[in-house]
């Protein structure tokens, strides 16, 4: 923490900062000596009330178990957000509209790759590694694409 030094006056390229920061260090300074704050404007009165609250402990304190508590009701909260077994009709419908979007999505890049790919795909095939190197690649992709199927697999029998 920075100490506070009264002497220290911060330089503002802007007056009207440093008339705000003049105004908040006067209602500080005025709250800490406890100086009759009947001749106060508006402002230096609310700066006052912060400067006060700021010096005060907190009323109340967190109970002893409050990490406790805070953790059962944000469980009790996930339990209630979280889907069960027998999923309601709103995520049902939800994902028959995800699987015709995803569909339409798939129907559209075939299309795209039918009628324009000609021109492109050439480009693309000169971005591949040469013969060798493609077996491994081919190799690389079945051994990933094997393990994650034998992994979902097992997700579902279980």
Known sequence: ???????????????????????????????????DPAGDDARSRRYRLIARSLRQLPAESLPADFARQLARQVGAAASVAAPSSAS?????????????????????????????????????????????ATRWLLALAGCIGGSWLLGFWQQRSH
Do not use: C, N
């Not at 009709?89 to 890049?109: H, K, N, P, Q």
């Open 1 to 35: 923490m920075i100490p506070h030094d009264e002497t220290h006056i911060p330089t503002f390229d802007d007056a009207a900062l440093e008339r705000e920061w003049q105004a908040q260090e006067s209602a500080m300074r005025r709250e800490r000596l406890q100086l």
């Open 88 to 132: 309601p009709a709103g995520s049902s419908f939800e994902f028959r509209l995800v699987l015709v979007l995803a569909s339409t999505l798939v129907i559209a890049a075939v299309a795209v790759v039918a009628i324009y790919g000609q021109a492109w795909l050439p480009s693309f095939a000169e971005l591949l590694p040469k013969p060798p």
